[in-house]
């Protein structure tokens, strides 16, 4: 069996440096990917992250890559237990529905489903039996209140994600909650005991009455279903510290081995030009824009359309471009659909050699999207002067077609074609042309099609019969 050799490269946050990649076995990759924390309904910052490695993992398989991809369901952490709790419901409740809207979410942004979805609450015994490992190599301790913690002092390549200098770290002050900022690097918790704050919510393990901290659910996980060292790993930038920072120290500290050789990271969604947040009223979930009927493929649209590490800024105005975007790439696909011309052999294949180079030069080059779209977009705009001027045979038009149907299986914005219908005044319009044709009436059959054409249809007469098509807006 032959293996795909790629050309491409992807951006590593370790090294800050863009690297050829190539997976560990061979025409197969596995990457790890943090998902939801089904706290709330996910918002737009998150999805980009989720877009982004959509394409990301749509790209791999366009290059013959087979990928298993594990995506995480964070449905225990210090957030889903305030939320149950506020609502006075069980914990299992209260992040299932969050859960579920969070499929129908990605559903509906065209996301491909990952191979695993493994929940948190489901891989306790997983998460203690690393602990008890980390505890035995003497990486963590118990703390007097019962907890236990995880010294970084004791793995001496803690902050080589994130950057952090070991001077910043702060030896042995500890760490609670799940989530906090850089400059409070210092021992976090792996397991919380129990206090009456956490109610019905706790686990009766050998490493007492508590739960798991956040950052060991993802170390846990991760390992149990693609190995100990794994190909990607990828996330939103706000996720490498601490999040990413401690699942490395976790993972290597407990096997002695590279956890992960490519870690990807998305920068920041800005709205309207400034930080997504609730008291800027600029806070939108994906359920937010679909009630304002917003098009969720030209939001998969918008947010793919910028590359991952660069900032970007979603606006209305950036969204109805995305509308007008997918719009010409299916319209150049419906008048393929119906092209019978000439045909034009050299030229067209040119064209096609050109825009695979392109795009795929692009895509590879860690996934640089501005440019493969652009490339596609002057493609488009050739081939539709072809079609202008009546130069595509059916034979090549089918072949560009098949192009077009490729190049969306990696951006998934158009999907399938629906045959456009005429309406019925149109339609009865034909029929009563056909009928002054048959009887010679010239003059009417002509009078017809002009009337057709104000309404946006051109007639063809073939061989085969009459031919319609919408005029090109
Ligand atoms: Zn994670």
């Known amino acids: ?18 690297e050829s990649f190539s997976p560990i076995n061979p025409g197969e990759v596995r990457m790890y990917t943090c998902g939801p924390t089904v706290y709330d309904y996910a918002h737009i910052g998150n999805f980009r992250a989720f ?7 749509r790209w791999l398989k366009h290059r013959g890559f087979k990928v298993f991809q594990v995506m995480n369901v964070t449905d225990i952490d210090d957030k889903t237990i305030k939320g149950a709790q506020k609502q006075q419901i069980p914990l299992k409740q209260y992040t299932e529905h969050y859960a579920k809207a969070f499929f129908e979410d990605a559903k509906a942004l065209n996301i491909e489903p990952a191979d695993v979805y493994p929940r948190a609450t489901e891989h306790i015994p997983e998460m203690v039996s690393l602990i008890k490992t980390l505890i035995a190599k003497g990486f963590a301790y118990k703390s007097e209140d019962g907890s236990i913690y995880y010294a970084i002092s004791k793995f001496p390549e803690y902050g080589k ?7 910043e770290l702060k030896a042995g002050a500890r760490v609670k909650v799940d989530e906090y900022a850089k400059e409070e690097a210092q021992d976090f918790a792996l397991w919380k005991a129990w206090t009456p704050e956490d109610g019905e919510i706790f686990w009766e393990t050998p490493l007492g009455k508590g739960r798991p901290g956040w950052h060991i659910e993802c170390s846990a996980m991760s390992m149990k279903y693609l190995g100990e060292t794994f190909d990607i790993h990828c996330g939103g930038i706000d996720n490498m510290f601490p999040h990413h920072e401690n699942e490395i120290a976790q993972s290597e500290a407990a096997t002695g ?3 992960v050789h490519v870690w990807m990271h998305n920068e920041h969604l800005m709205v309207e030009g400034r930080k997504m947040a609730k008291r800027f009223g600029n806070f939108y979930t994906l359920r937010d824009l679909l009630a304002k009927n917003c098009d969720p493929k030209a939001i998969r649209y918008l947010l793919l359309s910028t590359h991952y590490r660069q900032q970007f800024n979603f606006t209305f105005e950036g969204l109805e471009a995305a509308k007008g975007a997918i719009e010409r790439l299916t319209n150049l696909m419906r008048r393929l659909h119906d092209a019978d011309g000439k045909g034009n052999g050299a030229k067209i294949s040119q064209l096609i050699v ?7 030069e692009a895509m590879d080059d860690d996934l640089n999207i501005s440019v493969a779209l652009a490339s596609l977009f002057e493609f488009a705009r050739d081939v539709n002067n072809l079609l202008d001027a009546d130069e595509l045979s059916k034979a090549e038009a089918e072949k560009v077609y098949a192009l077009m149907e490729d190049f969306d299986k990696v951006l998934g914005v158009v999907g399938k074609i629906e045959e456009e219908k005429l309406p ?33 249809f051109v007639i063809e007469d073939t061989a085969q019969g009459v031919r319609w098509r919408k005029e090109k807006a």
């Not at 069996?1 to 863009?18: D, E, G």
């Not at 877009?51 to 993992?57: H, I, S, T, V």
């Not at 149109?426 to 054409?453: N, P, S, V």
């Open 1 to 18: 069996m032959t293996h795909p050799t790629s050309n491409i490269r992807l951006f590593n946050t370790l090294t800050r440096q863009k």
């Open 51 to 57: 877009l982004f490695e959509d394409l990301l993992k």
């Open 161 to 167: 994600l994130s950057h952090l200098k070991t001077q």
């Open 257 to 259: 081995k590279p956890f």
């Open 354 to 360: 050109k825009v695979q180079g392109c795009f795929g």
């Open 424 to 456: 019925k005044e149109a339609a009865l319009l034909i029929q009563k042309r056909e009928e002054a044709r048959k009887a010679k009436d010239w003059k009417t059959a002509d009078e017809i099609r002009q009337q057709l054409k104000t309404m946006g």
